[in-house]
């Protein structure tokens, strides 16, 4: 078995890449939310609905153990399989985060490698958490109920219980995405009332801005500029093309060269171009998060008045 009154943005997004030559790698997890690009897999909605199924499939299985043990003339105490299949249940929804949070890492738009290599790890250890820890419980209700019932962990029941758990992982998997969890979103789908609309002017801007990368320059049109990011001693450019570019420059640094042409400082880590601004969704501290036109999610801090007072338009 198995089991986010915001502004709303209505600019255009900036003209495409200027079609300088090459590319910058995009390390994984850079940018979108702080999960990863795939969302966040502590959103309550594919839990409740996985606990449903769970509570379902159980009832069904029980019903259907005592009908086949009354027909083989070897009838079973209902209670004893509930306890068999809830014991198997609860660690199903006690796991049931790990192929959320390989979603999150590695969502279905990433490169097959990166999606193995973070789905592979997270299904072995499924699969032990779940057998452990529905033997644990069995033993544990054994114990408690004196019931002559003892859970075998050896290396051939650990396989035959591997088998069915990676079906087990695969369905849990899809809920997640069927529910929007490691697929990209539209821009307008945040889980959120539709918010208002408005129409604000698109900030103008230059037609380049140089971003060296060392030796190398990269000329991009600042309307191409999605954010901004601090990254230690560099700042890494977050482009509309995909591509994200390093420069060994400060946020403060920055902002003086780019705040005239629109660019503002909603968080002490993160520059962000209005213009790409899609989003502003209260998190409830007096904070928000800003969606960007590639459906990427950044902070915004109540201790940068003045920025968030340019994205409402304000």
Known sequence: MVADGPDWRGNAPAGKADGMAGTAAV???????????????????????????????????VMTAVQEGEWAGKPLSWW???????????????????PALALARAP???????QALAHLPALL??????????????????WLFDLNYHFRLSPDVMLYEFRKDAITYIVLAAIFVATGLGRVRPENDTGMPSPVTTNMPTP??????????????????????????????????????GRALLMRATLT???????????????????????????????????????????RTIPASRRYPTALATLRGG
């Open 204 to 241: 103008i801007a230059p037609a380049q801005f140089d971003i060296r990368d060392g030796a190398r320059l990269w000329r991009v049109s600042v309307a191409d500029i999605l954010a901004v990011r601090s990254a230690g001693n560099y700042a890494e450019f977050l482009l509309a093309d």
């Open 80 to 98: 004893f399989i509930a306890m068999l299949e809830g014991s198997s249940g609860i660690m199903i929804l006690a796991t049931s985060i790990l």
């Open 125 to 142: 250890l499924f699969s032990t958490l779940h057998v452990v820890g529905m033997a644990g419980l069995r033993e544990l209700c054994s």
């Open 108 to 114: 279905l738009s990433a490169p097959w490698g990166r």
């Open 253 to 295: 640094q920055l902002l003086a060269d780019l705040s005239p042409h629109g660019l503002v400082r909603p968080h002490r880590s993160w520059l962000v171009n209005p213009a790409h601004v899609r989003a502003l969704l209260p998190d409830g501290s007096g904070d928000y998060s800003l969606t960007l036109s590639d459906s």
């Open 27 to 61: 390390m994984a997890g850079t940018g979108g939310t702080r999960w990863g690009t795939g969302g966040n897999p502590f959103r309550p909605r594919p839990y409740l609905l996985l606990a449903l199924l769970v509570l379902l499939s159980n009832s069904f299985n």
